[in-house]
Nanobody, 122 residues
Framework: QVQLVESGGGLVQAGDSLTLSCAAS????????MGWFRQVPGKEREFVAV????????YYTDSVKGRFMISRDNVKNMLYLRMDSLKPEDTATYFC???????????????WGQGTQVTVSS
């Protein structure tokens, strides 16, 4: 079992930057993929970004390409999401995800965090 705890969410202004963190514990493997999803009330959970274990592959949904950057520190068992040029439409609960499997541009996690709220005011 893997436990994931997100942090770093908050209320920011449009155009601001914010970095989310995710701490992994339990039987998490460094070779496993990790990623970020987000969700707003009434909508399906949306894929945001994924990174493989070796950090030599990343993929982002089109709406965040060029603005968000996913990274990981396998020594510290941490996952990060740097978000720049935030827009009101980025407002959502952001969920850390890990393990499962990654097939090219599709990621199916096994574990989820509880989420951290990001609110971007206009």
């Amino acid at each position: 079992q893997v436990q994931l705890v997100e942090s770093g969410g908050g209320l920011v202004q449009a155009g601001d930057s914010l970095t989310l963190s995710c701490a992994a514990s339990g039987r998490h493997l460094n070779i496993a993929p990790m990623g970020w999803f987000r969700q707003v009330p009434g909508k399906e959970r949306e894929f945001v970004a994924v990174i493989n274990g070796a950090s030599d592959y990343t993929y982002y949904t089109d709406s965040v390409k060029g603005r968000f950057m996913i990274s990981r520190d396998n020594v510290k068992n941490m996952l990060y999401l740097r978000m720049d040029s935030l827009k009101p439409e980025d407002t959502a609960t952001y969920f850390c995800a890990s393990d499962g499997y990654l097939i090219v541009r599709e990621y199916f996690p096994d574990y989820w965090g509880q989420g951290t709220q990001v609110t971007v005011s206009s």
